[in-house]
């Protein structure tokens, strides 16, 4: 499984970017998959993340209302699309993936076996 995580750089605050997760070898289409992030000197937190169902989705308090996660079976990739960017939205976003996540762990990093490189998102203000 190769994650390749992409999308990020450099926006204003109030500007939106599209990060994309893209797997290669293999189909994405009954995996969970999910976006976490990393602030410089903190700790991993999940963004957000979807069942491999598409049923059930999370988004952390912080992102709710700004941030969609969708995916695009045909496609083999899942999005994050972040509107509405805030300085403390900078951080390294990292994709991870897995096929046996269950509905109740989406939101755990402990549950993703495969992940993804991380692509830096800088807001400035």
């Known amino acids: 499984v190769q994650l390749q995580a992409s999308g990020g750089g450099l926006v204003q605050a109030g500007g939106s970017l599209r990060l994309s997760c893209a797997q290669s070898g293999r189909s994405f289409n009954n995996w969970s998959v999910a976006w976490f992030r990393q602030a410089p000197g903190m700790d991993r937190h999940t963004v957000a993340a979807?069942?491999?169902?598409?049923?059930?989705?999370y988004y952390a308090d912080s992102v709710k209302g700004r941030f969609t996660i969708s995916r695009d079976n045909a496609r083999n990739t899942v999005y994050l699309q972040m509107n509405s960017l805030r300085p403390d939205d900078t951080a390294v976003y990292y994709c991870?993936?897995?096929?046996?996540?269950?509905?109740?762990?989406?939101?755990?990093?402990?549950?993703?076996?495969?992940w993804g490189q991380g692509t830096q998102v800088t807001v400035s203000s």
């Open positions: 979807i069942h491999r169902n598409g049923g059930r989705v």
């Open positions: 991870a993936t897995d096929p046996s996540v269950i509905q109740s762990n989406l939101a755990s990093q402990t549950a993703y076996a495969y």
